[in-house]
């Protein structure tokens, strides 16, 4: 019974945080502006993701009239879901995960794979014109920055030699992996940015292209899935960053460094403009994706010479 | 623990729709459950074509997704493999590095609308004399 309640209170904590960044961001965004941003909902505006959601609940689920309404309704679940399974093994603190497994990044990387479909059935089944342009360019942008950040994981993986994410904060202890692997940190940074679709790269819901990208159609709550989804898959991507590269910790620690990154993505949205689409895709694969290659090449020859020289020399 | 976790996280979705269809209230018409436009109402089929482009993008994603799926056994047991299993993922990433060398040359990358399929000659120099 306590097992379930903790469960319940770990699930929580992330819809609460969730919640709150999306008021955090409008505030931060409203300051580097300089604007006030939501100020009138609560204290200082705090309770503003509350009356957003409830007004949102409260509007009609418009139904477009030739669209598919399973697709329709389904595609916003599947991504909501793929966005809160992403977060089943995430250890806040040494024991306190909703489940420890040894294949548990394995799972994280399958589940943050599934979010492409939500956006791609989006995009088809509600019949605009802009949802199918934007979902296919959504597809592409996120499969390709997939590949990037799965090709980085396996490389954390390579030096770590385990999957489970409460190993990695262990072995992190003495130094943190974004030391000797500074470089790809910051590659896996910006692929972050590109996978949530954020502000520099957001040319899937560009307004003035595509009016809202995959989400132009929909309304009311099933929007409220897209968005919970979306700031979900960002605060977990941060959090991710933070347990691969930056030294995980436990708690209030951890709490803080994920903080901090979501901050980056904001910092990021306010100040640089939008890259151009083809720009995007080439910067994912004729820039980062040799590199990578190269990096997976590199990486394990020169552990392999490093532990051979140990063996033949053993002075050194 | 993680089934009831699996369960909790599509519930969640569906209560939140269905909290909606019951509060909500409806009042639809022609010109609100069209397909969003400008100015005009939209009654194609708005399933249009698009760009090849995009399809390349998707099936060059699957080799490489491969090539990971590949690498994963080398990367969780590096430690035992030993110099057979290093010169077999440098042998087979070297030859997937080949072939995607040929892609970025026959331009299949590039999202551009006049895309021609033509072999550019393969730069093999560092430097011109």
Known sequence: ?316 | MFTFFFYLAPMVAVVLMLMNYLMSNENPYVEKNGPFECGFTSYHQSRSAFNVSFMLMAMLFLPFDLEMSSMLPYVMSAYTNGLYGLMMLIMFLLQLVMAFVYEMNLGALNLTRNYTPMIKPLKHYLYKK
């Not at chain 1, 949102?56 to 991504?79: F, G, N, Q, R, W």
């Not at chain 1, 502000?199 to 309304?219: C, I, K, Q, R, W």
Request: with cysteine.
């Open chain 1, 1 to 316: 019974m306590l097992n379930f309640v903790e469960l319940l209170l770990m699930f929580v904590s992330v819809l609460l945080a969730v919640a709150f960044l999306t008021v955090a961001e409008r505030k931060t965004l409203g300051y580097m502006q300089r604007r006030v941003g939501p100020n009138a909902v609560g204290y200082y505006g705090m309770l503003m993701a509350m009356a957003d959601a409830a007004k949102l609940l409260l509007k009609e689920m418009v139904m477009p009239t030739h669209a598919d309404k399973l697709m329709l309704i389904m595609s916003p679940m599947m991504s909501l879901m793929s966005a809160f399974l992403c977060w089943s093994f995430m250890p806040f603190a040494p024991g306190t995960t909703m489940s420890d497994h040894s294949y548990g990044l394995m799972f994280t990387l399958a589940m943050s794979s599934v979010g492409v479909f939500g956006t791609l059935l989006a995009g088809w089944s509600a019949n605009s014109k802009y949802s199918l342009l934007g979902s296919m360019r959504s597809t592409a942008q996120l499969i390709s920055y997939e590949l990037m950040l799965t090709t980085m994981v396996l490389l954390c993986m390579l030096l770590t030699g385990t999957m489970n994410l409460s190993k990695y904060v262990e072995l992190q202890e003495s130094m943190w992996m974004g030391v000797p692997l500074f470089p790809m940190s910051m590659m896996w940074f910006m692929g972050c940015v590109a996978e949530c679709a954020r502000p520099p790269f957001d040319n899937v819901e560009a307004e003035s292209e595509l009016v809202s990208g995959h989400m132009t159609e929909y309304s009311s709550s099933m929007f409220v899935l897209f968005f919970l989804s979306e700031y979900t898959s960002m605060l977990f991507l941060s959090t991710l960053t933070s347990m691969l590269f930056f030294g995980g910790g436990t708690g209030m620690m951890l709490g803080m460094k994920a903080n901090m990154f979501a901050f980056t993505y904001m910092w990021v949205r306010a100040t640089l403009p939008r890259v151009r689409y083809d720009k995007l895709m080439h910067m994912c694969w004729v820039m980062f994706l040799p590199l990578l290659f190269g990096l997976a090449m590199f990486l394990p020859s020169l552990m392999y010479f490093m532990d051979a020289m140990v063996y033949t020399y053993p002075t050194m």
